[in-house]
C-alpha cells in the first residue's frame, strides 16, 4: 500500500473516472469495463492508473474499497 487511500479526492475525479471505480469496485476486470463503457481496454488501465494516483491507492482492491467508502454504489 502507497499509504492510506486518500479519502478527500472524489471531487477530483472526472465523471468518467468515477464510473470505472464503481465498475472495479464491482470487481470487473479491464475488459468489461471496457464493453460496457464502449471504450478501450487499453483506455480503461489509463484510468486506472489515474485513479490510482488520484486517491493514493497502490492496487485495484484499493480502489474498491476507497470507492464503497466514498462513492454512491447504487
Not at 502507497?2 to 468515477?18: A, D, K, Y
Request: with cysteine; net charge positive; proline share 3%.
Amino acid at each position: 500500500m502507497h499509504g492510506v487511500p486518500n479519502m478527500n479526492h472524489t471531487e477530483q475525479l472526472s465523471p468518467r473516472e468515477i464510473d470505472v471505480a464503481k465498475l472495479v469496485a464491482q470487481g470487473k476486470k479491464d475488459v468489461e469495463i471496457a464493453k460496457e463503457l464502449n471504450i478501450s481496454r487499453r483506455r480503461v488501465g489509463e484510468i486506472v492508473a489515474h485513479i490510482k494516483l488520484k486517491c493514493n491507492c497502490s492496487s485495484r482492491v484499493e480502489i474498491g474499497i476507497w470507492a464503497h467508502e466514498n462513492l454512491n454504489m447504487d
